[in-house]
């Protein structure tokens, strides 16, 4: 200990990683300090059928939250899987410092191994172990999940395309069965993050039956994410800004909705040679689960689509058009341009590139999604990447020959003042228009209003602008309402070089940033 802590020397860092290294070298198993165990009151081989299923679920619980917050919720999980014909032994793990990642996988293991020595002691029998997490206790276990017979995600998800701040894990590639459950209201995890989910279980090769049963991606309606324990949010978590949304629903109700999802998982997973016994439905859970499966897809589907690449290109080329004053739907004989959006991969190739004209009239936009630039207004970012769009300005569209028809009514159409704060408020309401009803209603209800200030145009020079946010804070005087503002440039068709004449740079706020708004 003396050596490591002489050689740590002053820096903070070094000092914790001395420290840890110490407990994991020195540190010994109490089982009956890192376990809640929670025998099953039926065991293996009940009255039911003598083929009655069993398992042992270890649970492990989210940062800064002791193993008690958590026993409501699984004895409701215990007493659902009971009345469902099987019999769940729970072993709730403490983690040291309640932090989940603090220690890695080899507390993780001491974890499991308590659980399973609680379950010896107590002469609980079981076939099958599977993983339980909640929040980022889930997130800790994953490295060891996959040794055991089913891994289930409770109010994170997987970051299955890398979009977000932490490291990608990819839920189709994942060797073991997977349920993931997040609430509607879950205000610390973006619900909106499970379309990445359901993205990359489409490159499967599987029918939706068999990825419902396998791979249920399944969003709560009604629950938040303290709900998925005993409904608090830890003094750790608001010293850091998180806070949860109301939840729709009593705690006790949201426990029911978890173990029912949780218990029909568990019975798939659980079923042997088809066996069914007066309670043991596996076939009716795998039903339920495919049915939660697509409610949440089909919740997610406008989403998704206003997402989708496709989607975005339409409406770039769609903006690039009402920038030159010629409408989608309104062309009225005059030349419509074929616009292209050129989409970079880093900041710096967008940096050098230029928005063109090419011989045909073809406009070609330049576009980069920058995600260290999602909208964020607290801990969890907007999963959507704000969007920097490089167009020609009208004024040079209608200096090339393919443009005539257009120029010679230019003053009846001119466009040349069009703001970016013009196209978000209408980007903005178009959106509000078209989605549900009841999410409208809520919205204008509940949700926090958004005014559209007057572009920021103080920047010269390119890098500058591409650095600069979208910005989205809260208004001085209202607190309800939050101010957006993009950063724009505008160059004169008679710039030198000539190569940085007539051109329009926006940030702008996309459609799939409106409608996750």
Known sequence: AAVLLATAGCFPMRMARAYKHLVRMYRKPKVSKYVKFLPAKTQLGGSDNAKSPSALLVFLPGYKKE??????????????????????????????????????????????????????????????????GHSAGSFAAFEQAHKYDGFIHLGCTWNSKGNLRWAGRSIHSFPRPTLTVVGERDGFVRPFALCDELDDLESLDMNESETSKY????????????????????????????RDFEADIPIEEAWTRVGEVVSDFLAVHLDKDGAEGQLFR?????????????????????????????????FIAEVQRKILGVKNDQADGKFMPRVVTWWHNTKDDFIYSKPTIEPDGSLFVQGYEDRDMQIRTGPAAQIVATCALKFKSREAILEHEAYASTKADSKETSQSSLSAAQINEETFEAVLRNVTSEQRERFLKEGTKLRFLPDRTEWKEGPDWVNAPLE???????????????????????????RFAGMTYMKLLMPAQAYEW
């Open 282 to 314: 596996p076939e009716q859970a795998a039903r339920r689960l495919q049915q939660k499966f697509q409610m949440t897809k089909n919740y997610f589907e406008a989403y998704r689509d206003i997402r989708s690449r496709r989607h975005l290109n339409e």
């Open 215 to 242: 791979k249920p991606v399944i969003q709560l309606p009604g629950v938040n994410h303290m709900q998925m324990g005993d409904g608090v949010v830890s003094p750790y978590a608001l010293s850091t800004g998180r």
């Open 67 to 132: 193993p008690e917050t958590y026993e409501s919720l699984c004895q409701t999980i215990q007493r659902v899987a009971e009345n469902s014909g099987m019999s769940l032994h729970i072993g709730i793990g403490k983690f040291c410092k309640n932090m989940p990642v603090y220690l890695g996988s080899e507390e993780i293991n001491d974890i499991i191994d308590g659980v399973k020595l609680r379950a010896k002691e107590t002469g609980s029998q079981f076939e099958k172990v599977f993983l339980c």
């Open 472 to 498: 989205v804070t809260r208004d001085s005087s209202d607190p309800k309402v939050m101010n957006v503002r993009s950063p724009t440039i505008r160059t004169a068709v008679d710039l030198k070089p000539a």
